[in-house]
Structure formats: structure tokens, C-alpha cells
Nanobody, 121 residues
Framework: QVQLVDSGGGSVQAGGSLRLSCAAS???????MAWFRQAPGKEREGVAR????????TYSDLVKGRFTISKDNAKNTVYLQMNNLKPEDTAMYYCAAKFDYCSGGWPTQFWGQGTQVTVSS
């Protein structure tokens, strides 16, 4: 059984930075990993995704240029570096993964427990 453990959330002021981590364990032949976020009263939205094998990335227009997703295959870990954070980035952030390639869309097969990011103005 695949397990995803999210960490790294916190409270920062606008313009600050945070780095989220997602450690995968169990059956780890994952091909696509991503970060989603969900703000109160809003739907969960994809933020960034990465091909575990090829490293290709996709970003939401809302975070492009500010967030960077990366991976460390040796550690089975995916990171989300978030710079120039804005109050509208405040949300619960979730790691997600799937066995299929990212070309098939955002991964929703496995989920982490979430980590809260709060950005104050």
C-alpha cells in the first residue's frame, strides 16, 4: 500500500517562502506525483505535477514562476518550493500520486494527509 506523508507547511508573511515535502513509501513504482491545494469553501485544485521518471513538470497558471516542483528519486520524495507567497495561496496542500504517467492527467490515486499553508498580508 502506497503511503504519502506531507510536511513543511506553516505560517508566513506575504512575499515569504516555504518548501513542502512529500515522502512516498510502500509500493513506490509511482510515475506521476503532484501537489494540490484546497482553500475553505473552494474546490481542490492542481498546483503542480511532475513525471517521476522523466522530470517533466506542469504548473497551474496561478503559481507559474513562483512555485517549483522537484523530486529526489533516491529518497522517493517530491518537493514544492513556494516563493513570493501571497495571501491567496493560503490553503491545505495535499500531495498526490498515481501509477500511471502524468500524460494521462492529474494524479488522484493516492493522497497525503495534507499540510496547512497560511500566508498573512
Amino acid at each position: 500500500q502506497v503511503q504519502l506523508v506531507d510536511s513543511g507547511g506553516g505560517s508566513v508573511q506575504a512575499g515569504g517562502s516555504l518548501r513542502l515535502s512529500c515522502a512516498a513509501s510502500g509500493y513506490t513504482s509511482l510515475k506521476c506525483m503532484a501537489w494540490f491545494r484546497q482553500a475553505p469553501g473552494k474546490e481542490r485544485e492542481g498546483v503542480a505535477r511532475i513525471s517521476v521518471r522523466f522530470g517533466a513538470t506542469t504548473y497551474s497558471d496561478l503559481v507559474k514562476g513562483r512555485f517549483t516542483i522537484s523530486k529526489d528519486n533516491a529518497k522517493n520524495t517530491v518537493y514544492l518550493q513556494m516563493n513570493n507567497l501571497k495571501p491567496e495561496d493560503t490553503a491545505m496542500y495535499y500531495c498526490a500520486a498515481k501509477f500511471d504517467y502524468c500524460s494521462g492527467g492529474w494524479p488522484t490515486q493516492f493522497w497525503g494527509q495534507g499540510t496547512q499553508v497560511t500566508v498573512s498580508s
